[in-house]
């Protein structure tokens, strides 16, 4: 079993829809947590940072932590095409840097 | 706005021939990180070099790659010989410091092995 399950997808969704992408986890040491967007061809780029459980928002972006669960979230809001890429979660214990990812879940927005 | 660099962005070779990638991190970040990501995948780390030193490297196929950052800027990731299960996206990333720091993603090495 992988430490970081993710859902690869695809998923398709109409313009304006709100896009709801997940991972579930297993090592109880992680308590950073990352969302990266990965557009066809390039490197990923981060999206939202967050530690612990809780809540941030970020524009039409809001990433959950519920560490009792093991579970986060990225929600989309009012989604357009240009948020078409492979979202990918990562995750650290905060040692030494290193990222655990998922395998990415691909999402085309559709007109 | 700063960036990771890497060059080529796509390489193609026979197996058993030699490859070499090269990255230039964000200047003045210390810390370095080669991930391999096979299509289909998330990307894992390969190596991660604090300065010109190695702070792991228990994931690099040690046979045949190698990854050196002599003097703590610019880093170079070989493989020799390659084969043909090495086809993947060779990125680069680098931080400001180790642990909890932001890692930048380079656009990547698209490595095509025949």
């Known amino acids: 079993q992988k430490e970081v399950e993710q859902d690869p997808g695809p998923l398709s969704v109409p313009e304006g829809a709100i896009v709801s992408l997940n991972c579930t986890y297993s090592?109880?040491?992680?308590?950073?947590f990352m969302w990266y967007r990965q557009y066809s061809r390039k490197g990923p780029e981060l999206l939202m940072y967050t530690y612990s459980s809780g809540n941030k928002e970020d524009g039409r972006f809001t990433a959950q932590v519920d560490k009792s669960s093991k579970y986060i979230s990225l929600f989309i809001r009012d989604s357009q095409p240009s948020d078409s890429a492979t979202y990918l979660c990562?995750?650290?214990?905060?040692?030494?840097?290193?990222?655990?990812f998922g395998t990415g879940t691909r999402l085309q927005v559709t007109l | 706005e700063a960036e990771v660099a890497q060059s080529p962005r796509y390489k193609i070779t026979e197996k058993s021939q030699a490859v070499a990638f090269w990255c230039d991190p964000i200047?003045?970040?210390?810390?370095l990180y080669w991930y391999r990501q096979i299509l289909g995948q998330g990307p894992e780390l390969l190596v991660q070099?604090?300065?010109?030193?190695?702070?792991?490297d228990s994931q690099l196929p040690k046979d045949r790659f190698s990854a050196e950052r002599l003097k703590g800027v610019d880093s170079t990731l070989k493989i020799q010989p390659a084969e043909l299960g090495d086809s993947a996206m060779y990125l680069c990333a680098s931080s400001l410091v180790t642990g909890t720091d932001t890692q930048y993603f380079g656009p990547g090495t698209r490595l095509t092995v025949l």
């Open positions: 990562a995750m650290s214990d905060g040692t030494a840097s290193k990222l655990t």
């Open positions: 070099f604090q300065d010109e030193s190695v702070v792991d």
């Open positions: 200047s003045g970040h210390a810390t």
């Open positions: 090592n109880s040491a992680f308590q950073y």
